[in-house]
């Protein structure tokens, strides 16, 4: 049986309460990829548990067992879309009174993004972004989000014939 939490984000965006522009991207038995929702950049891909789980040290062995193949992939799409500086894969679970749903943030950090904010890179840049509050628009994000679901589809493709 799932755990789902009414009122979590990274729960009412799997559960549909509340709407995931871009939809869900690529998806295993114990992970889901989407576009993040909030102020980051364009290509920003959060992947999350399926389940309401606020810590790593909480995973079973088949989450834990497909994060790296999955983080691999996701910053593989991110990559090849976004071709960045820099790909920022960093795990956020920190609620304003207690733990929330642990979501991974991959995030495509290009020679524009850090100019937009006065060349700023890591945390700072990430806290300047999200103090800010500029959303991409959901336009851009469902048309960024057809071409990352295409080469997800692409990458599982070639790796399960890899390993047979």
């Known amino acids: 049986m799932r755990m789902d ?9 799997l559960t ?8 869900v991207l690529h998806e295993t038995s114990a992970w889901v990829v989407n576009h ?15 389940d309401h789980i606020v810590a790593i040290a909480e995973l079973d062995d088949t989450a834990a067992a ?7 992939d996701t910053a593989r799409v991110v990559e090849t879309l976004c071709r960045p500086e820099q790909t920022y894969v960093c795990m956020w679970s920190h609620g304003r009174n207690a733990r929330k749903h642990l979501h991974i943030a ?3 950090v290009t020679a524009e993004v850090r ?20 959303e991409p628009d959901v336009t851009e994000v469902e048309q960024f989000c057809e071409r990352a679901r295409d080469l997800f589809r692409a990458i599982t493709d070639s790796s399960t014939e890899d390993r047979s």
């Open 36 to 50: 993040v929702v909030g102020p980051m950049n364009i290509g920003t891909l959060i992947v999350g548990p399926r």
């Open 16 to 23: 549909g309460r509340r709407e995931l522009p871009g939809g």
């Open 5 to 13: 939490v009414t009122g979590c984000l990274g729960c009412d965006l």
């Open 66 to 72: 497909e994060l790296g193949p999955l983080l691999r």
């Open 115 to 134: 100019a937009r904010y006065g060349g700023l890179r890591s945390e700072q840049l990430q806290a300047r972004m999200l103090a800010d509050g500029d």
């Open 106 to 108: 991959v995030q495509p």
